[in-house]
Structure formats: structure tokens, C-alpha cells
């Protein structure tokens, strides 16, 4: 094993936690070293080729994991500079302002978080400048308190435009999404395409954590990215309360690099499997784990993709993700509890259709999915699930991942997808079509490593470093105690910022 590395700080990960903790701290000049399992994502035509990325799956992981019954299965998940950012639709939303509290659903309490609204917001301003969020302050009657947008909402294209005419017309108040998106219609920038949510831009032009943050981050010659950079392992001091070093897997080796401070940042599924594979006679259950919460109390949202389809109208918009419902957010026509949010989705291409299509009736030929999809329009449809200590990241014996996820406030999700079928009814569509991911659904993955005040409940202080070792902060989606139903991005983002403040507070004094 080859040693001798040493750094102040350690980052793992370089997706919405560790790409923006890595920019958030390139200007200190403590000597940083970035780690990141794989490899910049190229610039190529198939970046926007669906058959590329949704029948060859070209940027997604080989990594198998298994569920709860033993069945092995892809996740829904990538590796790579930028991580799921690169990937991701670019809806970055905040938090409701109640999201932060206790709150009652059907099938139980959405816990409080240990900060309140107000304690992230500046956070969020920052978020929203550094990633270039659009947006409509006031628009939107769920938005907690906040001022304008760092720049202005994308228009809605002319039919997208013409069926929020229609929503208003049903009562409803639909709203911009707020989007990252890098300079719309501008030289060089967004050419507001149909192929980005779920696809990497060829122009480097959505606001993800690659091109914001660690492109940047890299200008700073105290900076270091290693690619190709598996962190399998993180080893304490004799104490077990104090991290000495990483050991990495990079070009066939195996490293083991020092540092002050570790920031773990491998998204919900890896930080918890990092932790578990760091057991040691110190901490025998797992690094960081005196609690036993480390991998549990995993959340992913209810998520259901929707489509309204009608044969004798062709769907001519392109860039068609700009519109949110949230008027069942805190509570439905029926129901005193919340339901979720409602938005509309990236246009589907018949690729991706069939791609689902195959696994129910396999041979309907591409034309007539793509003949299907010229004419429906597309939606997500997102409620918020509960953490339960079942519902958790395991190591099986070989060190890969079994994830036990057992979907719950079921019934709400359901009633939100009822109502949107009657929605999109009432707009005139003749069918309305579902499909969801169901209990393999990783892409909104969450709160594995949960923060909170009291070590016997939480892993994670409010700084979200480890309750048991003291140089160990884990920054990504880990630490969400409830899982909202918004999408979950800034908020990670916000966190790290906060936290890269903490840390050079504490950490990086004379
Ligand atoms: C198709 C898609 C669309 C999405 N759309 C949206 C959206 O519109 N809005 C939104 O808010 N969210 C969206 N998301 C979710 C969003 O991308 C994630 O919530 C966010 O990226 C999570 O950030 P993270 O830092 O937790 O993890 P990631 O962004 O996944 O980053 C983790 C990083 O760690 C690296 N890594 C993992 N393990 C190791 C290891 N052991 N050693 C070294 N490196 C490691 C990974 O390669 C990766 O780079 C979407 C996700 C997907 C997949
Ligand atoms: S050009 Fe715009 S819409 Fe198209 S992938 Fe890039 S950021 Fe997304």
C-alpha cells in the first residue's frame, strides 16, 4: 500500500454536496485532495442521443445492488465528475418553510428538522447565485418567504402556456419551476432543448455541479481532483473518535491519503456503504454508528411519471419542464394532509417509452411509441415518504449494496395521482398514462446518515459532522431527516455551504 499523501482536507465525492464543498473551500488555500470514483463525463453526441442514454444506458453505473428480496437489479444512479448533478432536470427548489417542522401525513409524522427555514435561507440565496436558479418570487403560494431570483423564470413555451391557461381556468395556481439553467437563448448558453432531464449537456450549459462548481474549484492550485478514485475505506486513530486517513482504490493500487478533515460526500446509498465498510474493533457496527442509524431511515420520494395523450394533438413544445402545481402540497381536495407537487416533465422520446414499454408487452415497434409520444404531454408526480428504521442501506458479504426500501404513505401518492389524472382529464386529454419506479427508485435518494441535536437519534450534528468523529463531516443527501416532496438538490447544496463555513470556522484558524 502506497502511503506518504497527506492534505488538510479530504473531500469524497464530487456531486451536489462535494462539488459545491469543494468550491466553497478552494479559496481558502488549504490544500484540498477531491476524490471521485469516476471519470469527467465527455462532451459527445450522445450526451443527447436517448438511445444512448436510455437503451445502452452509456453514463449510468454497472454496479449491481440488491433489493429486499434478493433481487439484483442497476441502480438508477451515476458515477462521475459532477455525479447525479450532470444528470439531474435542474428543478432546484427550496424547502417549504413547514417542511422544516413536524408535520402530520396520512400515514404518519414528517419529523422536524434540527434547523429551521430561516437558518438556511441565506444559504439558499447563495445556492441560487452559484447554480444561476430562474424563478418567479411570489408565484408560487407554498414558497416560503424570500426575495427575488437570481435571474428571471424561463417563459413558458406557447402550449405549455396554453395549458396553464387552462389549470388557472380549473382553479389551480401553477407556477414556474425554478430552473438552473445557464444563459437561455444567450451566446454559448442554453438552447433550451428537449434532451436534459436525464441527459448530460453537451454544452455545458445547465447549471450542474461540474460546470458551477468544480471546473472553477480546479483554477485554484491548492485543488487537487483525482478521478478514477474509489474511496473503499476510512481508518481512525487508536482512539476511534479521530480520522486518520482514506484508503483508495486508483489505477490498480491502493492509496492511503491523510488529511485534517474529511468531507464524505458519495450521495445517500455510497456514504452509508463508506461507513459500514469503515468498521473496525474501535466501532465494530460501522463508522460513526454508536447510534445504529447509519444506512437506515433511507427515503426516495413517491415518484410517478404521468402522460397526457391525445391522438389528434401533436405536442410541438421542446423544452417543456417549466411548469409546478403545489396546491395539494399541504393538503388535497379530500384530505387534510399534504399530497406532494405536481411538475411538468422533459418531453419522453419513444426510446424511452419502449424502454419501459418492452418490460410489460415486449415487441410494439419504435414508430408507434414514437408516433404516441409526439402527441402526449409529460408530468411528475411527487409525494413525500416517511423514514422508517426498515427502510435501509446494507452491506451483503462481498461489501455491495442491499438496499430494503418498502414504499409508505402510500395512499397519499395515490390520491395525488388521481387528482392529477382528473386534471389532466380536464384538459382534454383522452388518456392518461402512469409508470413509477416503485421501490427501486434511487434517484432522489435520502437520509441515510440523519442529522439532528441528540447523538442517540441522529448521526450527524447540525453541521452535519459525525456525532462520534470529530474530523468527519458527511455533505450530501444523507442528512435530510424528512424527505420533503420537492426536489431535493439545493437543499444539499445550501447545507454544504453552511457547512464549508463551519469548517473554516472551526477547522481552518491560524
Ligand atoms: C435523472 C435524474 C434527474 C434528477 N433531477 C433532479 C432535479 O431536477 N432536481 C433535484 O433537486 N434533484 C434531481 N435529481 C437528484 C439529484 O441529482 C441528487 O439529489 C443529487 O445529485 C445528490 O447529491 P449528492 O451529493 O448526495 O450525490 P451525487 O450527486 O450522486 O454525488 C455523489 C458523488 O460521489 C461519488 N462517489 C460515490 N461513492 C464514492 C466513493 N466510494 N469514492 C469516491 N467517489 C464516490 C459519485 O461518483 C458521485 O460523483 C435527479 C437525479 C437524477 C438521477
Ligand atoms: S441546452 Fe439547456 S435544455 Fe438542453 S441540456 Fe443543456 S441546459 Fe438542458
Excluded at 49 to 72: C, F, I, M, N
Excluded at 463 to 476: I, P, Q
Aim: with cysteine; net charge neutral; charged share 20%.
Amino acid at each position: 500500500m502506497s502511503t506518504g499523501h497527506h492534505y488538510d482536507i479530504v473531500i469524497v465525492g464530487t456531486g451536489a454536496g462535494g462539488g459545491t464543498m469543494m468550491h466553497a473551500l478552494a479559496g481558502t488555500g488549504a490544500r484540498i485532495l477531491v476524490l471521485e470514483r469516476g471519470e469527467v463525463v465527455p462532451s459527445e453526441d450522445d450526451n443527447w442521443s436517448p438511445a444512448a442514454v436510455w437503451k445502452d444506458l452509456r453514463y449510468r453505473t454497472t454496479e449491481r445492488w440488491t433489493d429486499q428480496h434478493g433481487q439484483s437489479f442497476q441502480p438508477y444512479t451515476h458515477y462521475g465528475v459532477g455525479g447525479n448533478t450532470k444528470f439531474w432536470g435542474s428543478v432546484l427548489y427550496r424547502l417549504r418553510r413547514e417542511d422544516f417542522g413536524a408535520l402530520e401525513h396520512a400515514e404518519g409524522v414528517s419529523p422536524a428538522w434540527p434547523i429551521d427555514y430561516e437558518t438556511l435561507a441565506p444559504y439558499y440565496d447563495r445556492a441560487e447565485q452559484l447554480y444561476g436558479v430562474r424563478g418567479d418570487a411570489g408565484a408560487d403560494p407554498t414558497e416560503p418567504p424570500r426575495g427575488p431570483f437570481p435571474h428571471p423564470a424561463v417563459p413558458h413555451a406557447a402550449g405549455m402556456q396554453a395549458i396553464v391557461d387552462d389549470l388557472r381556468r380549473q382553479g389551480l395556481t401553477p407556477s414556474p419551476l425554478p430552473l438552473g439553467l445557464l444563459n437561455p437563448g444567450g451566446d454559448g448558453g442554453c438552447v433550451l432543448c428537449n434532451t436534459c432531464n436525464s441527459f448530460p449537456c453537451k454544452l455545458g450549459a445547465k447549471s450542474d455541479a461540474d460546470v458551477c462548481c468544480v471546473r472553477p474549484a480546479l483554477q485554484h492550485p491548492n485543488v487537487t481532483l483525482w478521478t478514477g478514485a474509489w474511496a473503499r475505506r476510512l481508518i481512525t486513530d487508536g482512539s476511534g473518535r479521530h480520522l486518520a486517513a482514506v484508503e483508495v482504490e486508483r489505477g490498480g493500487e491502493v492509496l492511503r491519503v491523510g488529511a485534517r478533515v474529511f468531507v464524505v460526500s458519495c450521495g445517500a446509498a455510497n456514504s452509508a456503504a463508506l461507513l459500514l465498510r469503515s468498521a473496525s474493533d474501535a466501532q465494530p457496527e460501522g463508522l460513526a454508528n454508536s447510534s445504529g442509524l447509519v444506512g437506515r431511515r433511507y427515503m426516495a420520494h413517491l415518484a410517478t411519471m404521468m402522460q397526457g395523450f391525445h391522438p389528434f394533438r401533436r405536442n410541438d413544445t421542446v423544452f417543456q419542464k417549466t411548469v409546478a402545481i403545489n396546491d395539494y402540497y399541504f393538503r388535497g381536495p379530500n384530505s387534510r394532509f399534504p399530497l406532494g407537487h405536481i411538475q411538468s416533465q422533459g418531453r419522453t422520446h419513444g426510446v424511452m417509452a419502449k424502454v419501459v414499454g418492452d418490460t410489460i408487452i415486449p415487441g410494439i415497434p419504435l414508430g408507434a411509441y414514437d408516433a404516441w409520444v409526439s402527441r402526449g404531454v409529460d408530468w411528475l408526480v411527487m409525494s413525500e415518504d416517511l423514514p422508517t428504521p426498515e427502510n435501509r442501506v446494507m452491506l451483503d458479504a462481498h461489501g455491495r449494496i442491499r438496499l430494503h426500501y418498502q414504499p409508505n404513505n402510500v395512499s397519499a401518492h395515490q390520491q395525488l395521482v388521481s387528482e392529477t389524472r382528473r386534471i389532466l382529464r380536464r384538459l382534454g386529454f383522452w388518456k392518461v398514462m402512469s409508470h413509477s419506479h416503485q421501490a427501486r427508485n434511487t434517484t432522489h435518494q435520502c437520509g441515510t446518515l440523519c442529522f439532528g441535536t441528540d447523538p442517540a437519534t441522529s448521526v450527524l450534528d447540525p453541521f452535519c459532522r459525525a456525532h462520534d468523529v470529530e474530523n468527519l463531516f458527511v455533505v450530501d443527501a444523507s442528512f435530510f431527516p424528512s424527505s420533503a416532496a420537492v426536489n431535493p438538490a439545493l437543499t444539499i447544496v445550501a447545507q454544504a455551504l453552511r457547512v464549508a463555513d463551519h469548517i473554516i470556522d472551526t477547522e481552518l484558524g491560524a
